[in-house]
């Protein structure tokens, strides 16, 4: 089935850019997610990509995905101190009748002011 | 509509104890996905309805688990006999979708058990 790995931390300083990395294994899946989590709260959806573009920009987010490498990665520009919380990679995974998600363990963003 | 709710947001009990979670999705979103959490690691699918049929289990699931959403909107998530490892978030999300086409799944905040 799918695996999803992400690196566990990240600390920037406030106004530099981040970039969180994701690999993945199944490369049946059609879309991928970045989500954030903030200190006891649930999921919110940040952006997604489909797995034929190679690129996508949404404000101060863009997606990279490698297919070939079944890489993707996360940047954040500008960072911000209210960036600061846990950003799950997420990938489809149609093993079962539909695509419940597969998710990374998390990747903690830390921004120092 | 502000989006999909969970209740309660925090819930002790004692082991042997039994649950129920509710998840009220989007209005309008036909798909229900249950999710738990534990500490450190990523959401971990457990089951999946489209409005009342529940159509996928994760093997986490045991048999003291059971979900119902018994009219295609709220759904409940029952644990009974709760153990230790039982203690989690459990997290809530709806979609939209038919088939295998793109849906985007909206989380709730998740409702933290803890199991002393």
């Known amino acids: 089935g799918e695996d999803v790995e992400q690196s566990l931390f990240l600390s920037v300083r406030e106004g530099d850019s981040s970039v969180i990395n994701c690999t993945y294994t199944d490369s049946s899946s059609t879309y991928l997610y970045w989500y954030k989590q903030e200190p006891g709260a649930g999921l919110q959806l940040l952006t997604y990509?489909?797995?034929?573009?190679d690129m996508k920009q949404d404000q101060r987010l863009t997606v990279l995905l490698n297919k070939k490498d079944k890489h993707l990665s996360l940047r954040i520009a500008d960072t911000q101190t209210g960036d600061s919380a846990i950003y799950f990679c997420?990938?489809?995974?149609?093993?079962?009748?539909?695509?419940?998600?597969?998710f990374g363990k998390g990747t903690k963003l830390s921004v120092k002011p | 509509d502000t989006g999909v709710s969970q209740d309660p947001r925090h819930k002790i009990t004692k082991r042997g104890q039994n649950v129920t979670f509710r998840c009220d999705p989007i209005?309008?979103?036909?798909?229900l996905y249950w999710y738990r959490q534990t500490l450190g690691q990523g959401p971990e699918f457990l089951t999946y309805f489209q409005n009342e049929a529940q159509l996928e289990k994760s093997r986490l699931l045991s048999d003291r688990f059971s979900a119902e959403r018994p009219k295609g909107s709220f759904s409940t998530l029952e644990i009974q006999r709760t153990e230790q490892g039982d203690s989690a978030m459990y997290l809530c999300a709806s979609a939209w979708g038919f088939g295998l086409a793109k849906e985007t799944q909206y989380f709730g905040p998740g409702t933290r058990l803890l199991v002393l």
């Open positions: 990509i489909f797995s034929n573009m």
């Open positions: 209005s309008e979103h036909n798909r």
């Open positions: 997420a990938a489809e995974n149609y093993g079962g009748s539909q695509g419940n998600l597969i």
